[in-house]
């Protein structure tokens, strides 16, 4: 079994894969020698999936993969979910805004404490961040939102684009995930999150770096109010869907399950 694998899912990433293909490669090599990259293109709409499968022939732990039409971040996860073979799983969002050099701590978290989720907690002082401070002040604003909304959650970060599963938990997470039909939106993160604690998985934080430069997107007014409409609305949507199912269809899924996670 692999030790670690990567999902790495992408959409319209032609300008910058391939140097974050290399970098990956490059620093999670230094720490780790067991490692798998997954590449989920999320729509043939350019030319990222003809970069990233040339790399192929470079790399023989980077599996490239991917379909037509996109479908979203969670779903090129779900996805790319099915080729992995590490008892570990990373998500990390392909144009690097979070730093692969975290994983280190991620890893040797997950391994000492046993526990079966980690994710980037940018407010941890130990933590890297720099982007424009709008973008952290609408970050921060919505972590604590979404905690308002889903008052047992109790998670510090949830956006942040960088997590470690344990296969299994990652794996059955998405079971319960898709018996609830849940939506692939904005809230995507929050749903596992939310499974986790119902599940009563172990949830930890670590340190992460990031780094974002300031490309006019989300600091327009307009950006700003659609980003917050958007993230806003599919959290109501998320508390509504799991209030109506009640949980049900999830509960009875899990009597049946007896292998628990070590």
């Known amino acids: 079994m692999v030790e670690l694998s990567i999902i790495m899912p992408c ?3 032609e300008k910058f894969i391939e140097n974050s293909i290399i970098t990956v490669e490059k620093v999670v090599s230094e720490f780790c020698d067991d490692f798998e990259i997954i590449l989920v293109v999320d729509g043939f709409v350019d030319k990222t999936y003809d970069i990233a499968k040339r790399l192929e022939e470079e790399f023989d732990n980077l599996k490239v993969v991917g379909y037509e039409k996109n479908r979203g971040k969670g779903f090129a996860i779900r996805y790319g ?14 144009d690097l805004e979070c730093r692969p050099e975290a994983l280190k701590w991620f890893l040797e978290k997950i391994k000492n404490d046993n526990v079966d989720i980690i994710v980037g907690n940018r407010k941890d002082k130990k933590s890297i961040v720099k982007y424009p401070k709008l973008r952290k002040f609408l970050s921060y604003g919505f ?19 960088i997590k470690l599963f344990k296969r299994k938990v990652l794996e059955d997470l998405f079971k319960s995930f898709d018996k609830l039909n849940l939506p692939y939106g904005f809230s995507f993160d ?5 499974l986790a604690r119902r599940r009563h998985y172990s949830i930890d934080y670590c340190p ?3 780094k974002k430069e300031d490309n006019g997107k989300i600091i327009s007014g307009l950006g700003i ?4 409409y958007k993230m806003g609305k599919d959290v109501l949507l998320l508390k509504m869907m799991l209030k109506d199912n009640n949980f049900s269809k999830i509960d009875k899924y899990f009597e049946n399950f007896s292998d628990r996670i070590n």
């Open 81 to 94: 979910l099915k080729f992995c073979k590490g008892k570990y799983v990373a998500l990390l969002d392909s």
């Open 11 to 13: 959409y319209k990433g």
């Open 225 to 228: 109010i659609k980003t917050i």
């Open 190 to 194: 929050i749903s596992l999150l939310v």
């Open 143 to 161: 972590v604590f939102y979404v905690n308002l909304i889903f008052p047992e959650l109790k998670v510090k970060d949830t956006q942040t684009g």
């Open 208 to 210: 992460c770096i990031i």
